[in-house]
Antibody, heavy 121, light 112 residues
């Protein structure tokens, strides 16, 4: 059974750096083809893909946010960490992590419950 | 970037009646490996998204057979054969053929 859970601060101040952790179970990020991604959703708005890391440490980022994002993995801890610098109120959103396998469904097939991050002074 | 455009924005449906959602991509979603990585997600109120359909027409594990997907190239459709109360929510199409991964704006399905 695949599960993912996001953790991190619920409130950050403008200009601060956000660090979110995705802790997962039921799969290994050392298995060929496996990836974990981050997606966010501002209140009442659509989904936006942020970043994705694969089993081989290949990393992909949203071009519009690439300069602010870093994604890393700790295979031994079954965790993926996303950092986003220079936070702004427009970054207020629910942040989700999700599982993906190359060529299988080709989509994020298992999602965490999400964590709401509010950016405010 | 591949832009995903969904219509309608909202779909009021009578219980037991069908519903249909369209999704158009700004470029062909056929991947070099021959697959078309177009998926549909359902997001019930207050819940995370859930994968319904992948690679145009394949139902994910546990998805009822009243949900079906079709299409090719740049035009895709999600159909619900008989809407049930638990189907209320927002539906998103999404593509994984090319980075950056992108989502449609969502279609809200509600009961009349």
């Amino acid at each position: 059974q695949i599960t993912l859970k996001e953790s991190g601060p619920t409130l950050v101040k403008p200009t601060q750096t956000l660090t979110l952790t995705c802790t997962f179970s039921g799969f290994s990020l050392s298995t060929s083809g496996v990836g974990v991604g981050w997606i966010r959703q501002p209140p009442g708005k659509a989904l936006e893909w942020l970043a994705l890391i694969y089993w081989d440490d290949d990393k992909r980022y949203s071009p519009s946010l690439k300069s602010r994002l870093t994604i890393t993995k700790d295979t031994s801890k079954n965790q993926v960490v996303l950092t986003m610098t220079n936070m702004d109120p427009v970054d207020t959103a629910t942040y989700y992590c999700a599982h993906k396998v190359v060529g299988l469904t080709g989509s994020f097939d298992y999602w965490g419950q999400g964590t709401l991050v509010t950016v405010s002074s | 970037d591949i832009v995903m455009t969904q219509t309608p924005l909202s779909s009021p449906v009578t219980l037991g009646q069908p519903a249909s959602i369209s999704c158009r991509s700004s470029q062909s979603l056929v991947h070099s490996d021959g697959n078309t990585y177009l998926s549909w997600l359902q997001q019930r109120p207050g819940q995370p998204p859930r994968l319904l359909i992948y690679k145009i027409s394949n139902r994910f594990s546990g998805v009822p057979d009243r949900f079906s997907g079709s299409g090719a190239g740049t035009d895709f459709t999600l159909k619900i054969s008989r809407v049930e109360a638990e189907d209320v929510g927002v539906y998103y199409c999404t593509q994984a053929t090319q980075f950056p991964l992108t989502f449609g704006g969502g279609t809200k399905v509600e009961i009349k």
